[in-house]
């Protein structure tokens, strides 16, 4: 019996993480034309942000890991944001799983570090949150990390990082704006970043402010584990065209980090 759960557990999960999607009306929304060749058509740089590959693991590890970046970038570049369109990593990503091509590489799984097929696109999707963030655009779900195994080394500031698990955590964006856009995203293999862009027919109308603030940190006695964290992070817009524009909050969100045992 429990072997038929959980032969029967993801799908029913994904079947319901979509219907909840679907009620809020988002899958009508999902950008899905992707196009690199027409550039062009998008001068105006509004945000850049890179990230650094984490060099832990095996030779087979890493290489596996640089693997799915680039399998995600094949899904992800050049893809046009029209406006009221929205960015979803798992609809535009889709299942990583064995028989679409990805591998073996590390994934964070209920405070643990494993080894799972799809493993580094957390990276990815932190990435382009990053980008999408800076650029003011319209966060509708957004997930932290259960831990964070990465200490002073993180790749990412704390409450700006975005996992993903497919039919369960998505990170899903939309443009908001009047202006049409293009995310860009590149695996620098030689540099050993990731790198994203939003690209837009106008110049952005707005400045942007992020602030992440560590509200609490979570001890645990035993010096083996990393402390958690609480962590705010509030983002401002100020319009551009309006002489008396003021910082106006326009999003806020709470990431919990639990300790983590030291490996």
């Known amino acids: 019996m429990q072997q038929v759960w959980h032969a029967f557990k993801k ?3 994904n079947s319901l ?39 832990r693991g095996t030779a ?11 399998l995600a970038a094949q899904r992800i570049d050049g893809l046009n944001l029209a406006p009221n369109k929205i960015f979803s990593f798992s609809d535009r990503v889709g299942n990583p799983s064995k028989s679409n091509g990805f591998r073996d590489a590390p994934v964070f799984v209920r405070g643990r570090v494993l080894t799972d097929v799809g493993g580094g696109l957390c990276l990815v999707a932190t ?14 779900e957004r997930h932290c990390h259960s831990i964070d195994a990465y200490g002073e080394s993180r790749f990412y500031t704390l409450g700006q ?6 039919g369960y955590k998505d990170l899903i964006v939309r443009n908001h704006s009047s ?3 293009q995310l860009r995203f590149r695996v620098l293999e030689q540099e050993g ?10 110049p952005k109308p707005w400045q942007v402010k992020v602030e992440s603030q560590i509200i609490d940190q979570i001890h645990l006695p035993d010096p083996q584990y990393l402390s958690g964290w609480v962590v705010q992070t509030s983002r401002y817009i100020k319009h ?13 969100a709470m990431s919990h980090y639990q300790p983590y045992f030291k490996t």
Not at 127 to 140: D, E, K, P, R
Not at 161 to 166: E, Q
């Open 127 to 140: 990435n382009i949150f990053n980008t999408l963030l800076y650029a003011g655009c319209q966060v509708l």
């Open 11 to 13: 799908p029913i999960r």
């Open 161 to 166: 990082d975005a996992a993903v698990a497919y």
């Open 60 to 70: 087979e590890i890493r290489a596996n890991r640089i693997w799915n970046l680039q």
């Open 193 to 202: 970043k990731v790198e994203s862009s939003l690209w837009g027919s106008k």
């Open 240 to 252: 551009e065209l309006e002489s008396l524009s003021t910082w106006q909050l326009d999003y806020q």
């Open 17 to 55: 993480k979509y219907a909840k999607s679907l009620a809020k009306g988002y899958p009508f929304y999902y950008a899905r034309q992707q196009n690199q060749y027409d550039a062009d058509q998008y001068p105006h740089k509004w945000i850049e942000t890179s990230n650094p590959i984490p060099d």
């Open 179 to 181: 202006i049409p856009l």
